[in-house]
């Protein structure tokens, strides 16, 4: 059986890291999973596009699993990393994006999905 479920996600924070060390962790994708908890596996499909597959979550023989692919694309100039669903790929779709703004102290992250 297959069910939608589509999760918009808006979340700002502030970080310590100037612009260019945010986002050169942002933008380099493997780096940055390791940040992300209950990731099983992050495999490099070459072109920026990444397939991230989650630990199963579950009880007994009933398991989930969440899979997707999404490609990166990242603009240094524009304070940006995006990603766009890779269509066919695991079953699941994901897009969004990171933008920073320099703040005073820090970064301001902008998570929008």
Known sequence: ?????????DRTIT???DVATAFALLS???AS????????????QGDG???WET???GIGDHALQTIY????VSDEANGSVEWTAVKGE???????GWSLTEVDGGTELTLSS
């Open 28 to 30: 380099d994708v493997p």
């Open 69 to 72: 692919a999404s490609k990166y």
């Open 90 to 96: 695991g079953n699941a779709q994901v897009s969004g």
């Open 55 to 57: 630990e199963k979550v």
């Open 1 to 9: 059986m297959a069910f939608k479920v589509n999760i918009d996600v």
């Open 15 to 17: 970080v310590s890291a």
């Open 33 to 44: 999973a390791e940040h992300f908890p209950k990731i099983e596996n992050l495999i490099d």
């Open 49 to 51: 596009v990444y397939r």
